[in-house]
Nanobody, 123 residues
Framework: VQLVESGGGLVQAGGSLRLSCATS????????MGWFRQAPGKEREFVAA????????YYADSVKDRFTISRDNAKSMVYLQMNSLQPEDTAVYYC?????????????????WGQGTQVTVSS
């Protein structure tokens, strides 16, 4: 599966952005999908994940209640709505995917990755 992120950019603190991830292939609905991020000088970290049905979701504590992950299986798209952005949310955001049995919570290590999109939040 190929993953292509879009929607990153520069936003002021308190603002919002929506990231999108387009996927290739006809089997999108079989994959668990998610978002990770990597800030300068830090390791890549889990942000959010969503199961095939779109009902079960997982979030990092740092983004819970501010970010919302969703998916549209008909369009083979996954989204990350980010509200109340803070400077510490500045990072490259990566879309990720893998088979559902690999997703067991916030410790997920998916096998498929996009190239990333930069999100910069100014104070």
């Amino acid at each position: 599966v190929q993953l292509v992120e879009s929607g990153g950019g520069l936003v002021q603190a308190g603002g919002s952005l929506r990231l999108s991830c387009a996927t290739s292939g006809r089997t999108f609905s079989t994959y668990a999908m998610g978002w990770f991020r990597q800030a300068p000088g830090k390791e890549r970290e889990f942000v959010a994940a969503i199961r095939r049905s779109g009902i079960t979701t997982y979030y990092a504590d740092s983004v819970k209640d501010r970010f919302t992950i969703s998916r549209d299986n008909a369009k083979s798209m996954v989204y990350l709505q980010m509200n109340s952005l803070q400077p510490e949310d500045t990072a490259v955001y990566y879309c990720a995917a893998d088979y559902p049995h690999t997703l067991r919570g916030r410790s997920w290590v998916p096998g498929y990755w996009g190239q990333g999109t930069q999100v910069t939040v100014s104070s």
